[in-house]
């Protein structure tokens, strides 16, 4: 792979090189002062990103994976029951953790490609008189089907049941890439890592806690040790670490987040938006199905991408990385083999998404199917001129 390509794949995404500077640092003791000035402003900027006043911010040494460990083991005891609507692989694979761990799971059945209904959950809560149900778990923004979710909906359906249950949110790809707010919708713990919307290798597992989660810590009954939040604040007071933490990526982080912030939160989700919407136009261009039931429902940092009957998808991807030097994703669980993915998030431009469908469009008609090359580029061209303020030049 030619490492001047920019990837197409849903995570990990492009580091700009700022970032990867910044994480590109001498070693320091992570017991001094000078690493306190590192983590303690990553921590305020994931709290601004996360549009939360209040949450408790922990940075795990690890993944998005052990992010949902860390809401489930710290907050849940052993045959607690949860509530968890599947729509798709990870939302599948969240539920598998829970089930793993010895929580009793109620799972809501949803066909992929579709997004979570908010009345089922609100039926299931509402059924629940002795309210046995302790947390919801919900993924925001389904990487496999290119599908988001409603999530101040589920809020809503949990406190017009009168319910207690907790919320959690699986928004790995989609804090940093879309709008998310913790507090405004009730989110009790968000999950997220660094290496979609963030902008940075893989490595951390990014979370927030509301004041209601952290009261659950002190009664969660379920074993944890490298992934105890408790040992985190203890040491956060302190300005420390309870053990080595990965300082370089945590230095990225601190400067991602801020780049995030100096853009303007808008800012970064109206390009996102703007970028998805050149993506799908393409996708309409080349005749082809989205994953994605409805329109509505749509992603804005990926777009799962369904071809014909009999071709199998993971052939585009090959192809694409072997002749082009370009990653897309492939398809996952149910999808595999019957769609492609083009990961449209983080560090990307209007000009560097081109590059990418143009590199789709080249590799589907090479495989023979009935692809026009330009058709796509031309159908988000369109898109990307329309409303695109003309910088002047300078002086």
């Known amino acids: 792979m030619n490492s001047q390509n920019p990837l197409f794949i849903p995570g990990p995404t492009n580091i700009p090189d700022t970032i990867r500077k910044a994480c590109d640092m001498p070693v320091i003791d992570h017991r001094s002062a000078a690493f306190a000035e590192i983590l303690n402003p990553a921590r305020a900027n994931v709290r601004a990103v996360l549009r939360s006043e209040s949450a408790e911010i922990f940075l795990f040494t690890a993944t998005g994976t052990a992010g949902w460990e860390v809401a489930l083991t710290n907050t849940l005891s052993s045959g607690d029951r949860v509530l968890a609507v599947r729509n798709g692989m990870f939302s599948q ?36 008189n002795g309210h046995a149900i302790k947390a919801v778990l919900a993924t925001h923004n389904e990487t496999a089907t290119g599908v988001t979710s409603d ?22 790809s989609s804090i940093g890439s879309m709008d998310f707010r913790m507090d405004d919708w009730g989110i009790d713990v968000a ?38 939040v408790r040992d985190m604040a203890a040491s956060y007071a302190k300005g420390g670490y309870p053990y080595t933490p990965a300082v370089g990526l945590l230095n990225g982080l601190r400067v991602s987040s801020a780049m995030l912030l100096e853009e303007g939160l808008a800012n970064v989700f109206a390009r996102h938006a703007r970028i998805a919407d050149g993506v799908r136009a393409a996708v309409a261009a080349w005749n082809l199905p989205l994953c994605a039931a409805r329109p509505e429902i749509c992603s804005d ?11 199998d998808a993971g052939r585009i991807v ?40 143009a590199a789709a469009e080249m590799a589907m008609s090479d495989l023979g199917l009935p692809i026009r090359p330009g058709a796509g580029v031309a159908a988000a061209q369109e898109v990307y001129r329309a409303d695109r303020p003309v910088r002047a030049a300078a002086a």
């Open 93 to 128: 694979r969240w539920v598998a953790m829970a089930e793993r761990l010895g929580l009793d799971v109620l799972v809501i059945d949803v066909p992929w490609g579709e997004d979570i209904p908010a009345e089922r959950i609100a039926d299931a809560l509402a059924d629940d």
């Open 151 to 172: 999530i101040a909906a589920v809020r809503a359906a949990i406190d017009g049941a009168g319910h207690t249950a907790l919320l959690f949110v699986d928004g790995v």
């Open 191 to 228: 999950v997220a890592g660094s290496q979609k919307g963030f902008m940075l290798p893989s490595g951390l597992a990014i979370l927030g806690f509301s004041a209601k989660a952290m009261a659950a810590t002190e009664e969660a009954e379920l074993n944890r040790v490298f992934l105890d």
């Open 301 to 311: 940092t990926v777009s799962a991408i369904r071809t014909p009957e009999g071709f």
């Open 318 to 357: 090959d192809h694409a990385m072997a002749k082009y030097g370009v990653a897309f994703g492939v398809g996952l669980g149910q999808l595999a083999g019957k769609a492609f993915r083009i990961g449209h998030l983080g560090s990307l431009t209007d000009v560097m998404t081109l590059g990418g469908i």
